[in-house]
């Protein structure tokens, strides 16, 4: 189960990922459960994005909501 911190943190990557820093406490956590993944940096940062796993996450809980 994800912490508040952590689902909040995961709509957030979902709806502003360039307003994310990619050494964030919560980004480490959701890397581990695979509900994101840390891009490449094309522009000098890393950029957070949400998996299709994380995506079908949100969806559930939207769902229960």
Known sequence: MLSPHELATLMLVKDAP?????NREELGALRELQLIAIEPPETGIPMPRVTPRGYAFLRAIARAC
């Open 18 to 22: 360039e307003r994310m820093e990619a």
